[in-house]
Nanobody, 127 residues
Framework: QLQLVESGGGLVQPGGSLRLSCAAS????????ISWFRRAPGKEREGVSS????????KYADSVKGRFTISRDNAKNTVYLQMNSLKLEDTAVYYC????????????????????WGQGTQVTVSS
């Protein structure tokens, strides 16, 4: 069964950092591309970042490029999202999603038919 669990969220001040983790259970993460999405109350879900199964290809939303870094450790069955220079606008519930496949992440990654989603972890940026 394809199960994902996010962790690492919390309350941080503007300019601070958090590292989110997405851990896989019941499947081998190395066969899947992983994407991070976020949703704030009353707002549409937004694609944040994506990484290919090998880790060799990544995508970032313009709003986070240069501040966030996605990475993976397939031996630990975990994908990470390092978030630096956090802004108030980054406040949201962050979700990871997995889709089977190899090769580079395509330009339409936000619209992939994802095979599984995590439950989400809350990130709150506030002074």
């Amino acid at each position: 069964q394809l199960q994902l669990v996010e962790s690492g969220g919390g309350l941080v001040q503007p300019g601070g950092s958090l590292r989110l983790s997405c851990a896989a259970s019941g499947f081998t993460l190395g066969y899947y591309a992983i994407s991070w999405f976020r949703r704030a109350p009353g707002k549409e879900r937004e694609g944040v970042s994506s990484i290919s199964s090998s880790g060799g290809s990544t995508k970032y939303a313009d709003s986070v490029k240069g501040r966030f870094t996605i990475s993976r450790d397939n031996a630990k069955n975990t994908v990470y999202l390092q978030m630096n220079s956090l802004k108030l606008e980054d406040t949201a519930v962050y979700y990871c999603a997995a889709v089977a496949g190899t090769g580079p992440v395509g330009s339409s990654w936000r619209s992939y038919k994802y095979d599984g989603w995590g439950q989400g972890t809350q990130v709150t940026v506030s002074s």
